[in-house]
């Protein structure tokens, strides 16, 4: 007897035609898509595959845990990071040295002008005040009081110094052996004049100039540095040199100060006054007194200054820097002055009358020239001579503007440049105001025949 065999039949076969209808209908763009379709198979399978894989190696799955950060390993990564720290930063500093200068001299812009404050005469307030401050000091002092009041003026004279520099020649190096054997270097005694952001500018004699191109300063802490001479002018004997700011310590900043440049014209006779530097040929000297005179000037073509004569002692070929008992300037120990004389006293330029040639040549402009030496008409020569107002040419520099003008010794200058001349010292004042290459009028008087004629000349400012 035949087995029959029962066909198992799935119920999603045994569903009507209507319902296959239905769902071709319902979704007909399916049906008719045969990418769609695969691609839907293919990721039902990947899915299946998942989830099998998942079932099968789910006894595996753990979670991972960070190690905990013990105190030891953060003391590690720590010093690590502040070696790498210091590393960086010695590179960052190293690379800021190293372009320090560079940067400095591209980026520098200009230098500031240097200004020198003008004189100012002191109100009657301040006279009784000082007068009355002298009058008090007068009545303390006794004979038992003379170590103490030296060194009250030797605290003085160290504040002073810092304003005070010396500037040598640098020579070979056989003439530095016997510089280094004696202990003394042909030098001269400069005064830090102004610090234009740039440069550091020492004002001094000239007499270190010749036969060399090189200068070294040497300041109050007995650093040295190499210095150019920014300015010179022959005339008077003075030279301006400079220093760069970069080149000058932290250290050596903290041992210097700018000059302050006093009121000379009210140091009066019997003043005390210090003086330091070269005055007694050899540098970094201190020497006190008093102001044995002011009444003398020194002449030189196109001006004169007033002289203060003191009787500190100095060497022939001694200079220095004069100060009050404020700290201030008022005087430059010049070896040229009464060299004729050789005097053996410290006398100095009065500085009031050299700001405005201090000022041009802080700034690296040249000073005016004309060349005439000469002297003002007083008032005595003007009633027995019958001279008209203004200064006596008494030399003409034979290679100078004066000369190729054609002035001549004997003529009397009433004007320069639309300014009336009535002595030397407006007549100065006036030639300082010109620039070189300047075209300029004069207006003289020479005598002839029939008494004194005007004379008008052109002058082109030169420099010397």
């Known amino acids: 007897m035949p087995m029959l065999h029962r066909r198992n039949r799935n119920p999603e076969q045994e ?18 898509n045969p990418e769609t379709s695969q691609t839907e198979s293919a990721s039902a399978g990947d899915r299946a595959g998942e989830d099998q894989k998942s079932e099968k190696y789910s006894f595996l799955q753990e979670t991972i845990k960070p190690e905990p950060l013990s105190r030891e390993r953060l003391f590690r990564q720590s010093a690590r990071l502040a070696l790498y720290g210091v590393i960086l930063g010695i590179f960052a500093c190293l690379g800021f040295f190293t372009l320090k200068p560079w940067a400095e001299q591209v980026f ?5 002008t240097v200004t020198i404050p003008e004189d100012e005469e002191p109100s009657e307030e301040e006279q009784e005040a000082e007068e009355e401050k002298t009058q008090e000091t007068e009545q303390k002092l006794d004979a038992l ?13 160290g504040e002073a110094k810092k304003s005070v520099a010396t500037v040598s020649r640098t020579s070979s190096e056989e003439e530095d052996w016997a510089d280094e054997t004696t202990g003394i270097e042909d030098s001269v005694t400069g005064i830090i004049t102004a610090d234009n952001g740039q440069e550091l500018l020492i004002f001094a004699a000239d007499s270190v100039c010749s036969g060399t191109k090189s200068w070294t300063v040497t300041f109050a802490d007995s650093s040295r540095y190499a210095a150019t001479l920014k300015m010179r002018d022959r005339n008077r004997s003075l030279a301006v ?3 760069p700011r970069a080149d000058i310590s932290s250290a050596t900043w903290s041992s210097v100060e700018v000059a302050v440049l006093g009121n000379s014209n009210l140091v009066q006779q019997g003043e005390p006054v210090i003086a330091l530097g070269n005055t007694f040929s050899y540098a970094d000297g201190i020497g006190y007194g008093i102001i044995s005179s002011t009444d003398y000037k020194e002449t030189f073509y196109d001006g004169e200054c007033d002289i203060l004569a003191t009787d500190i002692s100095a060497a022939t070929d001694g200079s220095g820097v004069l100060f009050n008992m404020q700290g201030e300037v008022v005087g430059l120990v010049m070896p040229s002055i009464w060299e004729d004389k050789e005097s053996n006293t410290a006398n ?22 004309i060349g005439v030496y000469a002297t003002t008409v007083t008032s005595r020569l003007k009633e027995e001579q019958g001279m008209p107002e203004g200064i006596y040419v008494i030399d003409v520099d034979p290679d100078s503007p004066a000369m190729a003008a054609g002035i001549q010794s004997g003529d009397i200058i009433c004007e320069i440049n639309g300014e009336e001349v009535s002595s030397l010292v407006t007549y100065q004042r006036a030639a300082l105001e010109t620039r070189t290459d300047q075209e300029i009028e004069i207006r003289g008087m020479r005598l002839g025949a029939d008494g004194y004629v005007d004379v008008n000349y052109t002058v082109t400012v030169g420099q010397k």
């Open 15 to 32: 569903k009507t035609p209507e319902n296959t209808v239905d769902k071709h209908e319902e979704n007909p763009q399916k049906e008719n």
């Open 108 to 112: 520098q812009g200009n230098p500031e």
């Open 145 to 157: 009081s003379y170590e103490e009041m030296l060194q009250s003026i030797y605290t003085l004279a």
């Open 241 to 243: 040199f400079s220093i």
């Open 348 to 369: 100095a330029y009065s500085i009031s009358d050299l700001k405005s040639v201090i000022e041009l040549m802080a700034n690296g402009e040249k000073v005016p020239y």
